[in-house]
Nanobody, 124 residues
Framework: QVQLVESGGGLVQAGGSLRLSCSAS????????MGWFRRAPGQEREFVAA????????YYADSVKGRFTISRDNAKNTVYLQMNNVKPEDTAVYYC?????????????????WGQGTQVTVSS
């Protein structure tokens, strides 16, 4: 069983930066594909970014490409989402997720474990 806990959310001005962290428990973290998703008020959950277990393959939603960076530290059982040049439309609850897929998948149904989420609010 894998448990995920997100942190680092908060209020940030448009154009600013924020780094989210996701700490994972479980001995298989190093073999999991990790992803970030988000849900804005009144909207469906959407994919943000994913990273394979080795960190060699990343995949981003077009809306965040060039602004967000996903990374991981397997020694610390932690995955990060560096958010730069944030926009008001990035306001959402951000969720960390873990998958047994070997590819950086964007499909939420491919993820088996989810965190509780952390709120990110971008002011204009």
């Amino acid at each position: 069983q894998v448990q995920l806990v997100e942190s680092g959310g908060g209020l940030v001005q448009a154009g600013g930066s924020l780094r989210l962290s996701c700490s994972a428990s479980g001995r298989t973290f190093g073999r999991l594909t990790m992803g970030w998703f988000r849900r804005a008020p009144g909207q469906e959950r959407e994919f943000v970014a994913a990273l394979t277990w080795s960190g060699g393959i990343t995949y981003y939603a077009d809306s965040v490409k060039g602004r967000f960076t996903i990374s991981r530290d397997n020694a610390k059982n932690t995955v990060y989402l560096q958010m730069n040049n944030v926009k008001p439309e990035d306001t959402a609850v951000y969720y960390c997720a873990a998958s047994n897929y070997v590819t950086a998948t964007a499909r939420s149904r491919n993820y088996d474990h989810w965190g509780q989420g952390t709120q990110v609010t971008v002011s204009s």
